[in-house]
């Protein structure tokens, strides 16, 4: 009892060592430091002034802007003027940047910022006296954390008839900053189909642009801002935020294009300044209307073929690389069960196939009610879970610690007897089938596809059946050979051999973990490789204590406490967001590839160029197997650049509504999809065509001749 009270405090203690000292001394100093400067070394009656304040802030913290963006609070400036002063306008605000925060992006500054006060004397102000104006300043300092700061900042002149210019090179500092007064012939603004247009003439070529409206919830400032330039100026789409801004007939902002600044006044549009036909509307266009991804009107076809062509997709899928960790698990059972009798092999056969089936109505049933209910998911949508692909990684580690003979499940259970092992062995199969289409299902094959375009048009009840006919395809292989004594005799003896293979069969099951642990990670990026070996240690070891010691009370709560462990970080990591990109970064990102969004595809549309479309997941390995083997060729990378494609790459390895509808208009339920629109040729732009799932070299260079 002793030795156990030990290991549990031993437990409890490295825990704490894992922990963030939160006693850390709070730093109490100053993050920002104000000051306040003239301009001219005296005020004269009648003439403007200004004022500059200035704004150190520490490395690594910011201030906000006048619109803060997604959070924050924008800086005040009150000032205490003598009789005579009045101030002019508003405070003028430098160039804003957008600054990321996880899912927010707030317009804020770093540095050293220097903003501006305009005052007027009036005529009778008497002379040859000191005037005194004080500035009351206001602002919030943020980094991780949040800070209110404040200022009580004085100046004193005198009153003189004439005043020389003083601190011109603050001045000249500031003025770089701020926005510039620049006259567009027309600049206008339109909100349609929840997207925010605003365009600006005179503006014919730019390499970046980006407008930060005054109003908040005019957009949302997370989207990436894409634009346009012709011989008509600039024009940026944004999608639409909250606030109705119907009552607007008027909005103010900066636009900023390439680094230069320009204060802009938008005004409503009703006209034709803006296209009729909105970016959005060319994308819906070059949608098919009746026909599915390969082109074949889907009342062609009868019910029965498509059930055969979900039977043979399944089949095809014991091909693909998805299933291939559980192909060797499927490998090692049939031998290990070739001396069974005919019934026994028979059960093994049909448990599986029950497995299998069953886990493909239970996923598409979920599919279909979620759908039903508004949501915007497909076929795989299970490993869009971060959660979902952990706890899969982690199940499959545990089976190759299995299979390498680090314990052995039943190892307890000897004197049970024979009908328990067997009852074991049709349990064990019946799971394998879960398992098989847990990982087989986030990739689709040559058929499938077709069959699971036609589920998403059919009633529930006809859907489930295209889907089971998809499991019973994938498990027939196994089941045949369990079925048919002459098969199975084509398989090897069993003998010594088999702990070796066993053990053999355990490295695909670890590398197919570690597949997982990166899809989590690129998932949760909060988390790192490092804490995920750490959880496999703390896996191990919790297996380990089960194996070694008696099942004790104590035993059972240190595996509890570690496994709780494991989870809640797990958990908590895995909602944790990356911090994005600024839009001037996504905008300037230089890439073999364009981020699919439907905005920058329907930009691209309404060039010239050819443009393709791949849509992609990190655990769909057929996907990476296409990447790797076809897409990222010398010979296929090098006609991308000669015939200038713009490649366009979707993420679906998280939920992504934009792709699913995407998806959903081409028939596809899943990934991967390869779309080809051809080079516009006199304003038009041939029929899109979809590629075949499992790319070659030769089919991709003959498609971009």
């Not at 104006?133 to 700061?149: G, M, Q, R, Y």
């Not at 497995?355 to 109505?361: K, P």
């Amino acid at each position: 009892m002793f030795r156990q009270l030990l290991t549990f405090l031993f437990i409890v203690f490295s825990f704490s060592a894992f922990a963030q000292d939160i006693s850390q001394e709070i730093d109490t100093s100053p993050k920002v430091t104000a000051a306040l400067y003239a301009t001219q070394d005296a005020i004269v009656p009648g003439q403007d002034f200004t004022l500059l304040i200035e704004h150190q802030i520490i490395p690594e913290w910011h201030t906000y802007w006048r619109n803060t963006g997604d959070s924050g609070a924008a800086p005040r400036f009150n000032f205490t003027l003598p009789e005579g002063l009045s101030q002019e306008g508003g405070i003028s605000y430098p160039m804003p940047e957008a600054i990321p925060y996880g899912p927010l992006v707030n317009f804020g500054h770093k540095g050293q910022i220097f903003y501006a006060a305009n005052f007027k004397a009036d005529k009778a102000l008497s002379l040859n006296q000191d005037v005194t104006i004080t500035a009351s300043l206001e602002w919030l300092v943020c980094k991780e954390i949040c800070i209110p700061e404040t200022a009580n900042l004085s100046i004193t002149l005198p009153v003189a008839e004439q005043a020389s210019p003083i601190n011109q090179d603050l001045l000249n500092k500031a003025q770089t900053a701020f926005p510039q007064k620049r006259s567009f012939e027309t600049a206008s603004f339109k909100d349609e189909n929840n997207i925010f247009s605003v365009s600006f003439s005179g503006v014919n070529t730019a390499n970046t642009a980006y407008f930060f409206p005054y109003e908040w919830g005019v957009v949302k400032n997370l989207e990436t801002q894409q634009f346009t330039t012709n011989d008509n100026g600039v024009t940026l789409n944004i999608p639409r935020d909250t606030r109705d801004i119907t009552a607007f007939e008027e909005l103010d902002g900066v636009l900023v294009v390439d680094g230069n600044a320009y204060e802009a006044t938008v005004t409503r549009n009703q006209d034709t300044l803006i296209a009729e036909t909105t970016p959005l509307d060319i994308v819906d266009d070059m949608m098919p209307k009746t026909t599915d991804i390969i082109g074949v009107d889907f009342s062609t076809f009868s019910f029965s073929t498509i059930l055969l062509f979900a039977f043979i997709g399944g089949v095809i899928l014991n091909l693909m690389p998805c299933v291939f960790p559980i192909l060797s698990m499927k490998a090692l059972s049939l031998v290990q069960h070739s001396h069974s009798t005919r019934l026994q092999s028979i059960g093994l056969g049909l448990s599986y196939t029950f497995g299998v089936i069953l886990s493909f109505l239970a996923i598409a049933g979920a599919l279909i009610a979620l759908q039903l209910s508004g949501a915007q998911i497909g076929w795989g949508f299970q490993l869009q879970s971060p959660i979902i692909v952990i706890l899969l990684a982690a199940l499959l580690f545990i089976i190759g610690l299995n299979l390498s003979g680090f314990f052995e499940i039943g190892n307890n259970l000897g004197g049970v007897g024979h009908s328990f092992t067997t009852k074991q062995g049709y349990t064990g199969s019946f799971f394998t089938g879960v398992l098989a289409t847990l990982v087989a299902t986030p990739c689709t094959a040559p058929f499938m596809a077709t069959a699971l375009g036609f589920a998403l048009t059919q009633p529930p009840v006809l859907s489930l059946s295209i889907f089971a006919m998809l499991g019973f395809g994938l498990a027939f292989p196994y089941l045949l050979l369990t079925i048919i004594p002459a098969l199975s005799h084509l398989l090897p003896k069993p003998g010594t051999w088999m702990v070796k293979f066993k053990e053999f069969l355990a490295f695909p099951m670890y590398l197919s973990a570690i597949w997982l642990g990166w899809v989590f990670i690129q998932q949760a990026p909060a988390f790192s490789f490092i804490h995920l070996v750490i959880g496999a240690v703390l896996l191990t070891f919790i297996i380990w204590m089960i194996k070694a010691w008696p099942k004790t009370l104590v035993l059972r709560i240190i595996s509890a406490v570690v496994l709780i462990a494991l989870i809640t970080c797990a958990g908590g990591f895995a909602f944790m967001q990356e911090t994005p990109k600024t839009p001037q970064q996504q905008l300037e990102q230089k890439s073999s590839y364009v981020d699919f969004t439907t905005l920058n595809l329907a930009n691209a549309l309404m060039g010239e160029r050819p443009v393709l479309v791949n849509m992609t997941a990190d655990w769909c390995i057929t996907c990476k197997v296409n990447e790797r083997l076809a897409l990222s060729t010398t010979a296929v990378q090098q006609r991308i650049k000669d015939t200038g494609i713009i490649y366009i790459k979707g993420d679906w390895t998280n939920q992504n509504p934009e792709i699913t509808a995407y998806l959903k208009g081409f028939g596809r339920n899943g990934v991967p999809l390869y779309v080809y629109y051809g080079a516009a040729k006199n304003g038009a732009r041939p029929e899109a065509v979809v590629l075949p799932q499992l790319l070659t070299e030769k089919t991709l260079l003959e498609t971009f001749q």
